[in-house]
């Protein structure tokens, strides 16, 4: 069982940054590939950024490339996202993910979210 929390949202005017913290409880975030979606108000979640467990390899939405960048602290059991110059289509609820495939058996976890909310 892994357990999620997020923190770091909050208000931030167009053009500034944020960055959003995953802590892990239970088993290490090492373990898992780890990831960050986002939900705006009456839209579906989507994918904004992940990271593997090996390598790590990175990936980006098309629409965060280039201003976002997802990192890992293995030894703080540790996700971030830094957002830079963030824009209001940015808004919304930032959820914490991780998959992991042990054995045959595929775990995958969620975060509760942590808004952020960009004014123009």
């Known amino acids: 069982q892994v357990q999620l929390v997020e923190s770091g949202g909050g208000l931030v005017q167009a053009g500034g940054s944020l960055r959003l913290s995953c802590a892990a409880s239970?088993?290490?975030?090492?373990?898992?590939?780890m990831g960050w979606f986002r939900q705006a108000p009456g839209k579906e979640r989507e994918f904004v950024a992940r990271?593997?467990?090996?390598?790590?390899?990175?990936a980006y939405a098309s629409s965060v490339k280039g201003r976002f960048t997802i990192s890992r602290d293995n030894a703080k059991n540790t996700i971030y996202l830094q957002m830079n110059s963030l824009k209001p289509e940015d808004t919304g609820v930032y959820y914490c993910?991780?998959?992991?495939?042990?054995?045959?058996?595929?775990?995958?976890?969620w975060g509760q979210g942590t808004q952020v909310t960009v004014s123009s």
């Open positions: 990271i593997t467990r090996i390598g790590p390899i990175t």
């Open positions: 993910n991780g998959v992991a495939i042990i054995g045959l058996t595929r775990y995958e976890y």
């Open positions: 239970g088993r290490t975030v090492s373990s898992y590939n």
